[in-house]
């Protein structure tokens, strides 16, 4: 724990969640909305006072007239954050600043061919040139990961990554832990979208909570009343290798793009490109029913181990799935099993895996002062929308070469 959490009392702490929501209050207020009393306020004020360049401070009468009050804000440019969801194809980077509002996102081409140490250093190199450009001279605060792949429960190295397998072990993590002088998370993407999703989207996180990714792989992230689930062995939720039949057929070779595409040249029958997926499997009355078999054993499979109020689908390849197709499934599980649940879309689409690791990235960053998951919900609701205050273009990039970093 460093100095200032150690030098940080509940009291303090209190105080500075009051503040999360970036808006000027005065000590009145929050003497009124943490029950503590106005001497012990204005004592926590003073030591927050005292971490350099954390809050804004103003004194000011009210109308002109009576006593000075002390108004008080925290300081949205005291260090800036940036998430990171890796893929094999399109990585995605965003700098906020310490609240969550954007000010810039890149999407890059993943260099192919790298060995776990190179892709690290390029991850740190696309983060600290993110915010030498963007951040307008605010230190880096903390740094979150989404990775493609399963983590052990100390987050340490990735299990198991069928997208990007190079990043398995720990070399891919340690590296980017010894090359970053600030606080780092490492999450499954799939676990970063459920937390975007429970942060900023529209599900209730109470009760059990269900989000089904299909993209290059299938896989689930489950919530109980907030809290997303993690197994021993980092497998949990990776449903993708349940067989389907005899033969071995899994259930991400006919619910992932890069599985359909396997299956069917396997078979003799390789989907034309000038085509699209979507228009052949919908042209193929066996595939398309094998495909939504799949999918309903798949949901009637979760229904029963987890009976969640509510599914969440996304992905790419989820869009084969339409809204009336998902209304079909959830009718034809609770038939089949006895478990009624709302079988949906994403609120956020895309966009889920990138605000989950600004949130994780607000969690490292807050902890150092003490701050719990609890108090971090006062955090005003993030956005992707850019509003970098020099007002420059975010635009969409391609990869480059990895620089050699300094390791120690």
């Not at 980077?93 to 390029?122: H, N, Q, S, Y």
């Not at 895309?350 to 490292?364: E, T, V, W």
Request: hydrophobic share 45%; glycine share 8%; proline share 6%.
């Amino acid at each position: 724990m460093s100095a200032v959490a150690q030098s940080f009392e509940p009291t303090r702490s209190e105080v500075l969640a009051c503040l999360l929501s970036g808006e000027e209050t005065d000590v009145h207020e929050l003497a009124a909305k943490t029950g503590l009393s106005q001497s012990t306020v204005f004592r926590s004020v003073d030591q927050l006072l005292q971490v350099p360049n954390l809050l804004h401070r103003r004194v000011a009468r009210e109308g002109g007239r009576g006593r000075p009050t002390t108004k008080v804000m925290l300081n949205r440019r005291y260090s800036v954050l940036v998430g990171v969801v890796l893929d094999s194809a399109v990585s995605r980077f965003i700098l906020t600043d310490v609240l969550g509002r954007a000010w810039g996102e890149r999407k890059l081409t993943t260099p192919p061919a790298l060995t776990a140490a190179e892709l690290a250093d390029w991850v740190v190199t696309e983060t600290r040139d993110l915010v030498a450009e963007l951040g307008e001279g605010s230190p880096l605060g903390a740094l979150a990961v989404g990775v493609p792949g399963a983590l052990t429960p100390d987050q340490e190295q990735v299990v198991g990554s069928h997208n990007l397998p190079i990043i398995g072990g720990p070399d891919f993590i340690d590296r980017i832990r010894r090359t970053m002088h600030v606080p780092v998370r490492f999450e499954n993407d799939s676990h970063a979208a459920l937390l975007g999703e429970l942060s900023f989207g529209a599900v209730s996180a109470s009760g059990v909570v269900v989000l089904v990714t299909m993209s290059t792989g299938v896989s689930a992230a489950i919530a109980v009343e907030g809290e997303i689930l993690v197994g021993s062995t980092g497998s949990l939720g990776e449903f993708g290798r349940l067989t389907l039949t005899a033969d071995g057929l899994r259930v991400e070779d006919l619910l992932s793009e890069a599985g359909l595409n396997k299956h069917l040249r396997a078979r003799g029958h390789p989907i034309d490109d000038s085509v699209g997926l979507a228009a052949a499997v919908e042209e193929d009355p066996r595939i398309r029913r094998q495909m939504d078999d799949a999918f309903d054993h798949l949901i009637a499979i979760i229904a029963l181990a987890y009976e969640p109020h509510t599914i969440l689908v996304t992905g790419g390849f989820s869009a084969l799935f339409p809204e009336n197709r998902l209304a079909s499934v959830a009718r034809r599980v609770e038939d089949q099993v006895l478990v009624r649940t709302d079988i949906r879309r994403a609120d956020l689409g895309d966009d889920s895996a990138l605000l989950g690791a600004i949130s994780l990235a607000s969690a490292a960053r807050f902890a150092e002062f003490g701050l719990t998951d609890q108090q971090l919900a006062a955090l005003p609701p993030a956005t992707l929308a850019p509003v970098a205050p020099s007002g420059a273009p975010v635009t969409a990039t391609s990869a480059r070469p990895p620089m050699p970093v300094d390791a120690p």
